[in-house]
């Protein structure tokens, strides 16, 4: 705590105020200096002396203001005082702050460090899936060029997750724009697997919202497999994908339900029929987050269905 009077003078200082000043540097008598003169030495800035320090320092102006150096930070907190209307001193309150603001830059420092990571990883995956693309152009075989579309999808949806984690360095993301844009990349390759001219409706219904980016990743990658999985297969006039939180006594799960209009399962399929798509979603959903992964079908259409246990925070 230190006491001033009217002219911003400090007329009495605690031991702790004392010693976070010495912290900064202080070589004199606190007792009886203009404080805000004390805080711009201090300081050790060049050029003019910060206006909100200099008002807060001297009692003029309600709030905060760091006085910082190389050697630490104090941060000031002032409550003027006033007698009948006039200004009488005022109040300070000074906390040495010196490991909570380098802890700050620490975290932002390592905000930056992930966002960046990110945007390099995003950037390589896009590169990757360009290379893959201009290969599957060359491809000389429909199978290759298959093949090689289907891994070039794979790519582009992680890369779709490390997008918007470049943009926010927090680790959650909004999971409903990732369907979107994976949506939007399926649509792309629908004409090379539609009968004649018709290609299928892609269309999202309901909301997860944000997640944490180690759920959305994998969920991403399940759901660009069942999109194409009933792009590919399903010979259906609309695909509709449906997010949804549910609340169940064994605890609250996501669900998403992946569901066309097609031609439906073949008959007898079973869980050795699967294809590469399939094994990869089920690996995913069932290894990775401990749900599960059911698939329902007949003529008037198949269901993919996705749950995955989650947490309420999640």
Request: with cysteine; net charge negative.
């Amino acid at each position: 705590i230190v006491r001033l009077d009217g002219q911003g003078r400090v007329e009495y200082a605690s031991p702790n105020s004392v010693s976070a000043l010495r912290r900064l540097g202080l070589v004199t008598d606190v007792v009886g200096s203009s404080f805000p003169e004390l805080a711009a030495r201090l300081s050790h800035r060049p050029g003019p002396v910060d206006e909100a320090l200099s008002a807060v320092a001297g009692g003029r102006l309600a709030g905060s203001a760091d006085i910082e150096n190389g050697s630490a930070v104090v941060q000031v907190r002032g409550i003027p005082l006033t007698s009948r209307g006039v200004p009488s001193g005022a109040i300070l309150f000074l906390q040495d702050a010196t490991d909570l603001r380098r802890r700050e830059r620490a975290l932002m420092s390592k905000d930056a460090t992930i966002r960046e990571i990110h945007h390099r990883v995003k950037n390589n995956l896009q590169t990757v899936a360009a290379m893959l693309r201009l290969q599957a152009r060359r491809a000389g075989s429909a199978d290759a060029r298959e093949a090689l579309e289907e891994a070039e999808l794979r790519v582009a949806a992680i890369a779709v997750v490390h997008e918007f984690l470049t943009a926010d360095s927090g680790e959650r993301v909004d999971f409903d724009e990732i369907v979107d844009r994976i949506i939007g990349l399926v649509r792309d390759l629908a004409p090379a697997y539609s009968a004649g001219d018709q290609t299928p409706t892609l269309v999202r219904q309901g909301s997860l919202g944000s997640l944490p980016a180690d759920l959305a990743t994998p969920l991403a990658m399940a759901v660009s497999e069942l999109l194409h999985n009933a792009v590919e297969h399903a010979g259906a006039a609309s695909i509709v994908v449906r997010l949804a939180r549910t609340v169940g006594r064994d605890g609250d799960a996501l669900a998403i339900t992946v569901e066309d209009d097609g031609r439906g399962l073949p008959e007898g399929f079973g869980d050795g029929d699967a294809g590469l798509g399939l094994s990869i979603v089920s690996s995913l959903v069932t290894g990775d987050l401990h749900g599960t992964c059911t698939v329902t079908g007949s003529g008037e259409g198949t269901q993919a269905r996705i749950s995955v246990p989650v947490d309420r925070d999640g």
